[in-house]
């Protein structure tokens, strides 16, 4: 069940991200992601909507928007490639006439699941916290599917 979070979760999502993010982000330090625990608690994710991904109690990952950008999607490590960033990202483009967002471009495989979902590149820049380049992508709703 896709739902909207809620304050309780908060400690949850963060674990989840921090581990994920470890996962998925070997080419930089793991003193880079516990550096930014307190950044995602107190600025990041209040600031966006955050939908969870809970199967029966158990959340298993979210995705954080701010507007029409997506800050955050992270699935538990154990039970990604499963579908539940899928099933999340799809929710969140419900309803939405476009979405960006910025994946390091050395994350290969996040970039390539964000094509299969319809995102394409628009454009690169560089991340100001680790100096990682970024690829900014973008997915736009067919204007039939806003009908």
């Known amino acids: 069940m896709i739902r909207t979070a809620v304050a ?20 930089l330090p793991a003193a880079f992601w516990e550096a930014r625990v307190d950044d995602m608690v107190t600025r ?17 990952g979210f ?3 701010d507007g029409d950008h997506l800050d ?10 499963f579908g539940y960033g899928a099933q999340l990202l799809a929710h969140a483009m419900q309803g939405r006439r476009r979405i960006t967002l910025d994946v390091y471009t050395r994350n290969v495989r996040a970039v390539s699941f964000y094509h299969r979902m319809g995102f394409t590149a628009i454009g690169e820049q560089a991340d100001p916290d680790s100096g990682e380049s970024e690829t900014r992508m973008e997915w736009c709703a067919e204007p039939s599917a806003m009908a």
């Open 63 to 65: 995705a954080a928007l």
């Open 8 to 27: 309780e979760d908060l400690p949850v999502l963060v674990d989840i991200w921090r581990r994920a993010a470890l996962h998925a982000h070997d080419f």
């Open 44 to 60: 990041r994710l209040p600031g966006c909507e955050i939908l969870v991904l809970d199967a029966g109690g158990r959340v298993l």
């Open 72 to 81: 955050a999607l992270y699935v538990e490590p154990d039970v990604q490639s």
